[in-house]
């Protein structure tokens, strides 16, 4: 049995109804032109708290008892799941305790204590954050949202895609960035338990590619935290049940360079009109580095986050 | 007899469907707590041609004979009406020379060239660009297609309201940016016709404030060729027509500075993940500037355009 379902998927969209935003599909025929096909992207970057996460988080807390909830969430981010929990502990009227590596960008420190979480530090380079979180988890009695490797968790960042195919209709290609692959494996099961015939591709940074390399030794491979600039691709490992459902169901896992990202980045703001980080650019960064062979098909593409702060954006960009 | 009515812009609407993007309502709920009212933004800048000007521009053109489409078409525009002509033209394999000053942003006299037309370039500050459009049509036999006083044009851009009342749900307010008025006229027809209650404000640069003159002194005002960031909003004189209907609809028109302009784009890149053009910005301008009384409203506000470069943007919020 997968860990998860299209029916799993298929609930944590009756869950998010009214609650996320229903983004929208952006279409440019300058980008079809550039791709050398029909291309959708979705546009998460204009989800609720600025990425996909809040889906997930969302769904993982409003499954939860009643009792259990009512006595706080934790979690442990580099940043956008970190604004989701914060914002969805905080419509389910709970408290988040949030741990956040201390080289965060500031951007998304700020938005989570702005959604009214306690943020706590820790050096990503020499503590483990999963250990940390469920220490602080115990301690205070609250129940850890984790950022990928949980049903709950998958199951909701699919309605991204069961949303795409429903708007872009039937999709030949489903590209996602992939980190801890929560993402990734929600978007597979829900496209391939919508259309089998789909192919869905997943995308890392060229020094984040631990999903690439797992996949390809058949095992979950621990690399070192990857020095890229999409921050929130730098999972050194696959989720135990992301990885299960990915070795399943992805076609292959690309990778792309920074300046890939920034180019990608520069062509959704130019062209698009639309602000995406780092690592939400990564899907679209592959298309338009030609990786993935799409000449003339229907490509569904996840533009995953656009929290990105102005200062560190023109950074990027000089 | 109003110069175009809800029925002429509901035609409009039928010609444009499956061409014009239905362009995304985007909302915020750190924008609805900054404005204290709940703010609908219709992301025109998500349009064909990175701005609402496609929507008049292909209505008008649609609705030419065939022998005189063929011929070609003319247009004078700043910039987006250029773009937007272009492509409109293109797309019904008909020839556009576009007349644009020659200190328009380089990056549309690129789109415009981009989109197939040809440009002639003229110095807006000693030129009559009118007669010159005027002079240019009738030597070539084009149809000159206006940027705003022509009942076409207006009704094809009030579909951008029809859609936003359709997806909102029932406002209170509407605003948008008001350079010659077409904008403006088209929505104030297409709001108040659904809704007769709803109040329609219009929003100018401080120095391009041609329109508030003249409904202040109940005629057609003309004022010098305003300096603002604005480059969309630098009508000297509102149009016959526009001003025939906007003196009859807005409730008001407010004015906002460039620091306001800026502030705005910067509030819509960093919260919203939208890139705006300084005109484009105008309205929600007005709003973060508390211009408008709005407390507890649903307030629709129209971006009008994001047809600004990275460059130049970098150079505005600098």
């Known amino acids: 049995m997968p860990p998860i379902s299209l029916g799993d998927v298929e609930a944590a969209a009756r869950r998010l109804e009214g609650v996320a935003h229903r983004t929208p599909v952006v279409t440019s025929r300058t980008l079809d032109s550039r791709a050398g096909a029909r291309v959708y992207l979705k546009a998460e970057n204009l989800q609720r708290g600025g990425a996909f996460k809040f889906r997930g988080a969302y769904n993982k807390i409003s499954s939860l008892a009643d009792a259990e909830r009512s006595r706080g969430v934790a979690a442990f981010s580099s940043g956008n799941h970190a604004q989701a929990v914060a914002l969805a502990a905080s419509l389910h009227d709970t408290t988040a305790v949030i741990l956040m590596p201390e080289d965060a960008p500031p951007a998304k420190v700020d938005a989570t204590r702005g959604y009214g979480a306690e943020v706590v530090v820790y050096d990503r380079w020499t503590q483990d954050r999963e250990a940390l ?18 049903p709950l968790v998958m199951a909701g960042q699919g309605t991204a895609a069961l949303e795409l195919l429903d708007d872009a209709g039937d999709l030949d290609v489903l590209v996602t960035p992939v980190g801890g692959g929560g993402l990734a494996a929600g978007c597979a099961t829900a496209g391939k338990g919508i259309r089998p015939e789909l192919r869905v591709y997943g995308v890392e940074p060229e020094a984040g590619d631990d999903t690439r390399r797992s996949l390809a030794e058949g095992r979950r491979v621990e690399i070192p935290v990857p020095k890229t600039i ?37 062509f959704l703001f130019d ?33 995953s986050g656009g929290n990105v702060g102005l200062a560190r954006f023109r950074e990027l960009m000089s």
């Open 133 to 150: 979180g469920a220490a602080l988890a115990e301690e205070r009695g609250l129940t850890l949202v984790r950022p990928y490797d949980d």
């Open 271 to 303: 062209r698009c009109k639309l602000v995406v980080e780092p690592s939400g650019a990564a899907a679209l960064a592959a298309l338009l580095a030609s990786k993935l062979d799409v000449e003339g098909l229907r490509v569904g593409v996840i533009l």
């Open 230 to 266: 999409a921050d929130g691709l730098q999972a050194t490992t696959p989720g135990k049940l992301t990885f299960e459902v990915n070795r399943e169901l992805l076609d292959g896992v690309e990778t792309v360079s920074d300046d890939e990202l920034v180019a990608a980045m520069g």
